[in-house]
């Protein structure tokens, strides 16, 4: 069963920025709250890759590719995952997943990101 649900993606030009938001409406906040996190993405062509994960405690981790430029926060009496997506280039273009950093379940329809001028 699908536990994130994705938005926030769209089309951006060169430069731009876009926040994505993951929610996990069937969780309760006990079960959300202790959970790591990470947001993935898969381009064309290429294998689903993790760009930023947030643990329960507050910690974060970026890609090398993403550092500098994305932001991932958590709010968990919100159920919520955002990742601020800043200095966005072509590379970034993919669609963009959430799910749960140590058991992943269902993977969700993410939300599709371009990059374009």
């Known amino acids: 069963q699908v536990q994130f649900v994705e938005s926030g993606g769209g089309l951006v030009q060169p430069g731009g920025s876009l926040r994505l938001s993951c929610k996990a409406p069937r969780m309760i906040f006990s079960t959300f709250s202790p959970l790591d996190i990470g947001w993935y993405r898969q381009a064309p062509g290429k294998q689903r890759e993790l760009v930023a994960s947030?643990?329960?405690?507050?910690?974060?981790n970026y890609a090398d590719s993403v550092k500098g430029r994305f932001a991932i926060s958590k709010n968990n009496s919100r159920k919520t995952v955002w990742l601020q997506m800043n200095s966005l280039n072509s590379e970034d273009t993919a669609v963009y997943y959430c799910n749960n950093l140590r058991t992943p379940g269902s993977w969700g329809q993410g939300t599709q990101v371009t990059v374009s001028s």
């Open positions: 947030i643990m329960a405690g507050g910690g974060v």
